[in-house]
Antibody, heavy 120, light 106 residues
């Protein structure tokens, strides 16, 4: 069974850094397209970043240069390093896995999310 | 950057057909998928590749995509279908979501 469990969220001051972690089970992270999607309180879904099975990474313009996605194959984990955090980064951050490795693939598997609050 | 536009809300009576649209420049040239999200839950994909249903999704959910508009259709809408619905498409290097549509079953 595919499972994704996020951790690492919390309250952080503006300008601070935080690293989110997503523990995967039931599949191999490095063989799949893995993404982070966020949702601000009461708002819609916003795609944040993706890492392809080949290792290429892409980011939304809103986080480019501040966030970095990575994976640890030995731990079967996905990460999101978030630097220079702003109030507008406050959101639930979901880890998601594509159904298959293709640009037309939906994100078929989602974690329960971890809340990041950026506030002084 | 590429944008997907959805109406904020749609209302439907139980048993009737609900149509939720998603607009984007030449969206019909891309694949669209749809997610359902209920309060306090993670999103669930209900349609992918424009019109395919994942296993476990009821047949009353269907999709289409042509021109600049993708449409999610729910036939014989049930109270349990009340939720937020998001369209999504890939734009060459980024993955975009629409703003979401709140479906109310009155």
């Amino acid at each position: 069974e595919v499972q994704l469990v996020e951790s690492g969220g919390g309250l952080i001051q503006p300008g601070g850094s935080l690293r989110l972690s997503c523990a995967a089970s039931g599949f191999t992270v490095s063989s799949n397209y893995m993404s982070w999607v966020r949702q601000a309180p009461g708002k819609g879904l916003e795609w944040v970043s993706i890492i392809y099975s080949g290792g290429s990474t892409y980011y939304a313009d809103s986080v480019k240069g501040r966030f970095s996605i990575s994976r640890d194959n030995s731990k079967n984990r996905l990460y999101l390093q978030m630097n220079s955090l702003r109030a507008e980064d406050t959101a639930i951050y979901y880890c998601a896995r594509a159904e298959y490795s293709g640009y037309d693939s939906p994100f078929a598997y989602w974690g329960q999310g971890t809340l990041v609050t950026v506030s002084s | 950057s590429y944008e997907l536009t959805q109406s904020p809300s749609v209302s439907v009576s139980p048993g009737q057909t609900a149509s939720i649209t998603c607009s984007g420049d030449k969206l019909g040239d891309k694949y669209a998928c749809w997610y359902q999200q209920k309060p306090g839950q993670s999103p669930v994909v209900v349609i992918y590749q424009d019109n395919k249903r994942p296993s476990g999704i009821p047949e009353r959910f269907s999709g289409s995509n042509s021109g600049n508009t993708a449409t999610l259709t729910i036939s014989g809408t049930q109270a349990m279908d009340e939720a937020d619905y998001y369209c999504q498409a890939w734009d060459g290097s980024t993955w975009m979501f629409g703003g979401g549509t709140k479906l109310t079953v009155l």
